[in-house]
C-alpha cells in the first residue's frame, strides 16, 4: 500500500490506516478475539497506522493495541492516541499537569515509553489558539514522553487556528464525500505548513457504505442510536451531522454513481475511501472496522486507481444538492 509522510512526525503512514474507536465502544460489541483479528487483518493488508483514543472504552483500546504490536512482529505501526476527553471540556482543564497525567496512563496502556502521537481530543474552541496549550506539549516532547503532537477537531476554524503552531505535526478532521468543506482551505494550508492530515469518520458513520435503509436499527450501545440528534456530544461525529434519512437517501445516490463510474469490482465504501485518498493534502484516512473483513476490504482501497473526472464531478452535484446546505457552514 503507498505511503505518505505525516507531517513533522517524519513517519511514513499507509494511506489506510485503522480507527479503533470500535474496538473500545460506542458500535455494540466487539470481543477481544475480535478486536484481535481486526488489528491482524489489517496489518496483513498493508496497514501502518492506527488511531486510538484513551476514553475509547476508557483505555481498552489502547490496551488491547498494546498487547497487539508487543506480539506482532512484523512492519512497524506507527500508533496516534487521543486525549481530553475523560475530563469536563473546559479551556482550564488543558495545562502541563493534566497531560502529564493523561499521556502516562496511555503509555501503560499502550506499554511504550514514548508515545507516537498524541493528538488533543477535540478540546473547547478557545483551546486551538492557546499558546500555553502547545506550549505545554512541546514539553512533554522535551520530556521525551510523545514524540510528536496534532490536534483532533470538529470544525475547519480549529483547524485553521491550530496550525498557526509550529511545531503541530497532524490536524484529524471529518472529511468524506458528504463533508467536503475542508478541501477549501484546510487542506491547502496543512499542504502548505507540512502537516498531516488525518481523515476521520470517512463513511458517514457507514452511510457512505451505501448498507443503511430507513428502517436500519442500531444496537442501544452504538452512537448512532443514543447520539443521532447530538445527545451524548457532537452531532457532526454521528452521520456527519447529516439527517438520517437524507443520508441513506444520498447514500443510494452515491451507491449507484460508485457502480456506474467507479472501478470495476469496487464497493461503494472503498470508493468513498479512495475519494479521500486522492485529495490533495491528505496523509490518511482511518476508517474503523469491527470485523477482519471490513479491515481487509477498508485496505484494499488504498490499492484501487484514481477516480475519473467524471465520477468526482457527479459526487460533488450530489453534495451540493442533497447535503451542502445541512452541514457546510456548521462545521
Known sequence: MEERVLGATGREVSVVGLGT???????????????????????????????TADVYGDGRSESIIGAFLRAHAGPAVTVATKMGRRVEQVPENYHLEAFRAWTDRSRQNLGVERLDLVQLHCP????????????ALETLVDEGRIAAYGVSV???????????????????????????????????????????????????????????THDTVFAPRDHRTYNRHGESFDVGETFSGV?????????????????????????????????IVQQPGVTSVIPGARNAEQARANAAAGELPELSEELLAAVERLYDERIRAQVHHRW
Not at 478557545?126 to 496549550?133: C, K, L, T, Y
Not at 441513506?248 to 465504501?269: H, I
Open 21 to 51: 474507536w470500535q474496538l473500545g465502544a460506542d458500535w455494540g460489541e466487539v470481543d477481544e478475539s475480535q478486536a484481535r483479528g481486526v488489528l491482524e487483518a489489517a496489518v496483513d493488508a498493508g496497514v501502518t497506522f492506527f488511531d
Open 124 to 135: 473547547p474552541t478557545v483551546v486551538h489558539g492557546d499558546d500555553a496549550v502547545f506550549e
Open 154 to 212: 470538529e470544525t475547519c476554524d480549529e483547524a485553521l487556528a491550530a496550525m498557526e503552531h509550529p511545531g503541530l505535526a497532524s490536524v484529524q478532521i471529518i472529511l468524506n464525500a458528504f463533508r467536503r468543506k475542508p478541501l477549501e482551505q484546510v487542506l491547502p494550508t496543512a499542504a502548505e505548513k507540512g502537516v498531516g492530515i488525518i481523515a476521520r469518520v470517512p463513511l458517514a458513520s457507514g452511510l457512505l457504505s451505501g448498507r443503511y
Open 243 to 275: 439527517d438520517y434519512d437524507t443520508g441513506v437517501d444520498a447514500a443510494r445516490e452515491f451507491s449507484a454513481l460508485a457502480a456506474e463510474l467507479g472501478p470495476a469490482g469496487a464497493t461503494p465504501a472503498q470508493v468513498a475511501l479512495r475519494w
